[in-house]
């Protein structure tokens, strides 16, 4: 088990350089934390994972009498890895290792037996007599019910008769990785790839244990180690043998590996002429190559493939459909027990066709036509991850064939590691919308987690947001990010404000005051992110191709539909994208009640009117200001709320520890001046096309156009 607490990180290197210090560091640093600190150093490493001592001492001395010893009825690799979470905590936060014993007596108890909920994952947590126990189906049920243990601890709340019954709603609780084999991310902001394949299989980085503890912490059983654009070489023997030693890290926590596979494999690897899926070669190399890995990873959880899109190989490339190659694939690893997990992010470019309708016109006829062992896995929006889109039209409209959802924890659109985005009120607004498909209340929540359907299985996906950052995520507070995934995909309808509440409680474990100023900064910062960004459902008006800063006009790219003109349609009218029976009609592919609710330019939220209608600029909106007036005020507001952001964020220096707190502060300055530049470039190059002022009280902006457009290359992100 890695040791719990951390060095100051600008003194690694020079304990680094003696080697005959090494083995003393950890009290050393833990002295020189104090000397320089007065406190613990918090570089970020520890996540949410914070097993610092508890302050209060009646709280304390009630914990320490609830859990000093523990009788473990039978063990097993999960059951030992639980036990060592509950020592390591309770050293922590209590001063003081629980203790294992034979007695049955004692104070706390893991046992695996049959629960009244029938779900393998399914854990209770009960006080009986003077005794805590908890129990589950399997070890990972007792593991789950261990973490949630130690939250209560780190929450502060009572031990005392405690009566807590929960099991997952969604079945796989995934983690995507866009990991390539030469250590890069694609659309990564916190540094390298944390998986060292050339330093695999022989060594295994204690960050692959802390990475599973977290992981399982939160709930989350599955990883997808590569790339959806991905390199053939990950199902190579040199490479299997490497993921082998990842599965076998991850076991122990519940954790199942995934690949993501290249369709023309057969091609590459097995030198045939064809990757087709109807050519038996084909189908035969398939298997073969399932038996491979499965001999290896017995538990093994199956392909993800990205087909068809972006350039990536797939069926369609001989003639095939999405269903041949998903199928085909899927009876190749079903004598495994393994899932196809196909992405619908899919968008030929049709030039007279909406790119929003791409997905739903390429599955929607396959439905029910899929292997059981194949799940469609669809981004939240039509489009691509985008700061708000409305719902993709495939939930409630795949009756017999099971969705996922995929979310983008990395900010790929929501300002890389710079700006401050708590995403779980985006995935809310997401989960709670109504598709209607069973009529009134079925949310996409209840479509993912099953219910509408009765999908026999179930899986929400993050795209992660880990890299070889010392904190993970790059920007210390994009670690609730990952939280909140775990947290949503256990239980898709918790709300953002717990959320936020549990992590910022347990990730700071500081004064009532200081948790509600951060949980108020994360609950506001996604709308402030909008609309300073993209306001009023303006959409894909982002940096070409890196993603990054405002580049509203970009006119030209390899595809129209890469452009922002394609998106945002500005004219000496109006802007937005028309989509209804007037314009492209994609709306139609929604259920009659949601599309009402988008179809009627006069009644439609603000939030999403540009993404469905052409706006005339000087149209009166609700708010009693001209759809021109109203786009520029949320620009200059979003902007003023970053200056309070800072503000706020500032009134917790020593609340906070000191290196998080520098660490947020830096990068909260850089947000200012990243959203002065969206609001000013964006200002001023709509300003084009709608020849109106910047109404008062704004100020115009006082760079140019020009300047403002260039300033891309000034942040080198070309
Ligand atoms: C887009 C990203 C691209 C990904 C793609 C995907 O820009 O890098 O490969 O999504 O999800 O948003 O496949």
Redesign the pocket.
């Known amino acids: 088990m890695p040791e719990n607490i951390i060095f100051p990180a600008h003194f690694l290197p020079i304990f680094a350089s003696f080697n005959h210090l090494r083995k003393m560091r950890f009290f050393l640093s833990l002295l020189l934390s104090f000397i320089c600190f007065g406190t613990y150093a918090d570089d970020g490493y520890r996540l949410w994972l914070k097993y610092d001592p508890i302050k209060n001492p009646a709280l304390k001395a009630g914990y320490s009498k609830k859990l000093n010893s523990v009788f473990i009825q039978k063990t097993n690799e999960t059951i030992a890895v639980a036990v060592a979470e509950l020592k390591y905590a309770t050293r922590g936060m209590l001063g003081k290792e629980i203790l294992e014993t034979k007695a049955p007596t004692s104070s706390l108890k893991l046992e695996i037996t049959k629960l009244a909920d029938i779900s393998l994952e399914a854990f209770e947590i009960k006080t009986i007599k003077t005794q805590i126990v908890i129990s589950g189906n399997t070890s990972n049920g007792v593991l789950y019910g261990v973490f949630e243990l130690i939250r209560k601890m780190q929450l502060g709340e009572s031990l005392e008769n405690i009566n807590v019954a929960s099991s997952p709603k969604i079945h796989l609780r995934m983690l995507n990785h866009?990991d390539n084999n030469n250590g890069t991310i694609?659309?990564g902001y916190a540094g390298m790839s944390m998986w060292k394949w050339y330093e695999l299989p022989e060594r295994i980085d204690p960050r692959y244990i802390d990475y599973a503890r977290a992981n399982a912490s939160i709930g989350i059983n599955g990883t997808v180690l590569n790339n959806?654009?991905a390199s053939a070489r990950f199902i190579t023997g040199e490479y299997l043998g490497k993921v082998k030693a990842l599965a076998d890290v991850y076991r122990p926590y519940g954790i199942k590996v995934y690949l993501s596979v290249n369709f023309a494999s057969p091609k590459i690897l097995g030198k045939l002429k064809t990757a087709d899926p109807l050519d038996p070669e084909v189908q035969k190399w398939w298997k073969e190559k399932a038996d491979e890995i499965y001999k290896l990873i017995p538990d093994f959880g199956g392909f993800l493939v990205?087909a068809n899109?972006?350039g990536e190989p797939g069926p369609m490339d001989f003639g095939r459909t999405h269903k041949d190659g998903a199928n085909m694939l899927a009876e190749a690893i079903a004598p495994h027990g393994g899932l196809v997990i196909w992405?619908a992010?899919v968008y030929n470019f049709d030039p007279k066709g909406d790119r929003f309708a791409a997905a739903y016109n390429e599955f929607k006829k396959f439905d029910g036509e899929f292997l059981p062992n194949v799940i469609i896995q669809v981004?939240n929006g039509p489009i691509?991850?985008q700061v708000r889109e409305p719902i993709s039209p495939l939930f409630g409209a795949m009756e017999k064939t099971p969705v996922s959802i995929e979310f983008q924890l990395t900010q790929?659109y929501l300002g890389w590691a710079t700006h401050w985005v708590y995403e779980a009120p985006m995935f809310e607004e997401v989960l709670k919308t109504d598709t209607y498909a069973k009529g009134k209340g079925s949310t996409v929540a209840k479509v993912i987690d099953g219910e509408a359907f009765k999908y026999p299985i179930t899986s929400m996906v993050g795209v992660a947001n880990t890299g070889s950052d010392r904190n993970w995520t790059g920007h210390p507070m994009a670690q609730a990010n990952w939280y909140t995934l775990g947290r949503l995909a256990w239980n898709p309808e918790m709300n953002s404000a717990t959320i936020a509440d549990e992590w910022a409680k347990i990730t700071f474990r500081s004064d009532a005051k200081t948790t509600e100023t951060i949980k108020k900064l994360m609950l506001e910062s996604r709308e402030i992110y909008v609309n300073y960004t993209n306001p009023l459902g303006v959409h894909h008006v982002m940096g070409e191709s890196h993603?990054f800063g405002p580049e509203p006009w970009v006119e030209k790219a390899p595809r129209p539909d890469w452009t922002a003109l394609y998106y945002h349609r500005a004219d000496s009218v109006g802007i937005g994208f028309d989509r209804t029976e007037k314009g492209s009609n994609s709306l139609a592919q929604y259920h009659p009640e949601l599309r009402a609710k988008y179809a009627d330019i006069k009644t439609i939220e603000p939030e999403y009117l540009l993404w469905f209608h052409h706006a005339p600029w000087n149209m009166q909106l609700a708010t009693g200001r001209s759809v021109w007036n109203e786009m520029v005020s949320r620009y200059y507001e979003g902007v003023k709320s970053v200056e309070k952001m800072n503000i706020e964020w500032a009134t917790l220096k020593g609340k906070v520890d000191e290196e998080t707190f520098e660490n947020v502060s830096a990068r909260l300055k850089t947000q200012l001046k990243e959203a002065y530049w969206w609001r000013d470039a964006s200002v001023l190059y709509f300003q084009k096309f709608s020849k109106m002022p910047v109404p008062a009280p704004y100020p115009k902006p006082t760079r140019t156009f020009e300047e403002l457009k260039a300033l891309v290359d000034v942040y080198h992100v070309r």
Request: charged residues 55%.
């Open positions: 866009w694609e659309r959806v654009n990205k899109s972006e992405r992010f981004k691509d991850f790929e993603h």
